[in-house]
């Protein structure tokens, strides 16, 4: 039995070349999940700026034709309730006090 060297000869070269293919490989794929943690971390920021954009302070309506624009029913009743428990005017005379936290 004979054993042919020539034909294991570049037998080291091929391990290199498959140790180099796997370590490509290997950070192929290390920088795609760094690109795709990148791309969630820029995702949740923009959804956290678009969030503090649009929840800025509300505007608490001052007179009644700014309740007369809201269209929506429950919608509108509110805004008339935040007015009236917002308002200034007194009761007119003979009108029994307000209530302030349950007392008169």
């Not at 293919?21 to 995702?43: D, N, Y």
Request: glycine share 4%; net charge neutral; proline share 8%.
């Amino acid at each position: 039995m004979s054993y042919d060297f020539r034909k294991y000869a570049d037998f080291p070269k091929r391990v290199d070349l498959e140790a180099e293919e796997f370590e490509k490989q290997k950070e192929r794929e290390s920088r795609q999940a760094a690109l795709i943690f990148a791309l969630l971390i820029a995702a949740f920021a923009a959804l956290g700026i678009v969030l503090l954009a649009s929840s800025g302070p509300r505007v608490e309506p001052t007179e009644i034709s700014d309740c007369s624009s809201v269209q929506p029913g429950r919608a509108r009743l509110a805004c008339y309730d935040e007015l009236s428990r917002h308002s200034k005017t007194q009761p007119f005379k003979g009108a029994p006090p307000p209530e302030f936290d349950g007392q008169k």
